[in-house]
């Protein structure tokens, strides 16, 4: 739990740093997303105009298989530039990890991407594009077997 004492913050800044289980985001590991370390956070809490900034750096590394090559991969991602705002009410110290949470959720990309460039499986032949030159061309594509496997299937 990351949490802001208030009388702390009345006297001066506070520096969190720390990390948090990965169980944290409530995120099934899977083939296409898994969460591979601690949700990791370095963060500055102050007073500003009566309410706390919070404000600073979260990040998770994540591996699946990229969203248009099925090729596993590995990425950090997190915000650099986070900043919450939160009212002082009468409490004393205020849980911001649902906040916090919330934040890296939107982060998460919706496909990993082995790379910007990546050109991704040939939807005619499935050859991957980034390893062979594809020779597929419009409604004339060379014969391929790698689909016959798919022939007998009843829908």
């Given at each position: 739990?990351?949490?802001?004492?208030?009388s702390?913050?009345?006297?001066?800044?506070?520096?969190?740093?720390?990390?948090?289980?990965?169980?944290?985001?409530?995120?099934?590991?899977?083939?296409?997303?898994?969460?591979?370390?601690?949700?990791?956070y370095?963060?500055?809490?102050?007073?500003?105009?009566?309410?706390?900034?919070?404000?600073?750096?979260?990040?998770?590394?994540?591996?699946?298989?990229?969203?248009?090559?099925?090729?596993?991969?590995?990425?950090?991602?997190?915000?650099?530039?986070?900043?919450?705002?939160?009212e002082?009410?009468?409490?004393?110290?205020?849980?911001?990890?649902?906040?916090?949470?919330?934040?890296?959720?939107l982060?998460?990309?919706?496909?990993?991407?082995c790379?910007?460039?990546?050109?991704?499986?040939?939807?005619v032949?499935?050859?991957?594009?980034?390893?062979?030159?594809?020779?597929?061309?419009?409604?004339?594509?060379?014969?391929?077997d790698?689909?016959s496997?798919?022939?007998?299937?009843?829908?």
């Amino acid at each position: 739990m990351i949490k802001l004492f208030i009388s702390r913050l009345e006297k001066q800044p506070d520096h969190l740093v720390g990390e948090e289980p990965s169980e944290l985001l409530g995120i099934a590991n899977s083939d296409n997303l898994t969460i591979d370390s601690p949700l990791r956070y370095d963060l500055e809490a102050k007073i500003v105009s009566g309410e706390i900034l919070v404000s600073g750096k979260i990040a998770v590394d994540i591996s699946g298989l990229c969203g248009r090559c099925l090729v596993p991969c590995k990425e950090t991602v997190g915000n650099d530039q986070l900043h919450l705002l939160f009212e002082i009410g009468k409490e004393d110290e205020i849980d911001i990890t649902e906040d916090i949470r919330t934040e890296m959720l939107l982060e998460l990309p919706m496909n990993l991407v082995c790379s910007e460039d990546c050109a991704g499986l040939c939807p005619v032949c499935g050859v991957n594009r980034n390893d062979k030159k594809c020779h597929c061309r419009g409604d004339n594509p060379p014969a391929s077997d790698c689909w016959s496997a798919l022939d007998d299937l009843k829908l």
